[in-house]
């Protein structure tokens, strides 16, 4: 089971779970990431946010995420992925992306959800906006995400 879906609907990280674990008996590893939209964009910032903004382009956005899906199931034997992200206006504490990865293993579970949002920050075209106490940006690329899955490339 590979899923991918962009969407404005919030997610039930309970339920995705769940499908996660019905592939089968064979499942001995389920990995979850869920990401939150913070009140604070960069950790020395002192201008919150009220609003976080994602665009995409249809099609394209989700293409690539199958793309990274794909890559992540050829290097690690997984049972099943699962990944969501929403677009639209978000607000601090919404979830913006969910991560599920199932596998027979621990350690393929780990490193692919990891593999999966390290390659999701770096080649998804999102565009993220923010408006706060600041005005409206928007948000930089950022180098430590670069050198994040530049670990997976040997």
């Known amino acids: ?4 879906a962009v969407q404005q609907n919030d997610f039930d990280i309970g339920a995705e779970s769940r499908l996660l674990r019905d592939i089968g008996s064979n499942v001995g590893a389920i990995c979850t990431f869920c990401g939150l939209v913070r009140e604070f964009q960069r950790e020395s ?3 919150s946010v009220e609003e976080l903004f994602l665009e995409y382009y249809p099609g394209m956005t989700e293409k690539s995420l199958q ?3 794909d890559q992540a199931t050829d290097r690690w034997r997984l049972l099943g992925c699962r990944v969501i992200h929403r677009v639209g206006a978000l607000t601090p504490g919404d979830q913006i992306v969910f991560v599920g990865t199932a596998s027979e293993h621990r350690h393929e579970a780990f490193e692919s959800a990891e593999f999966i949002m390290d390659f999701l920050k770096t080649r998804a075209p999102f565009w993220k906006r923010q408006t706060g106490s600041e005005g409206t940006e928007w948000v930089e690329h950022r180098e430590s995400d670069d050198q994040a899955a530049k670990r997976w490339q040997s």
């Open 45 to 47: 910032s002192d201008k």
């Open 67 to 69: 793309e990274i899906v």
């Open 1 to 4: 089971m590979r899923y991918v």
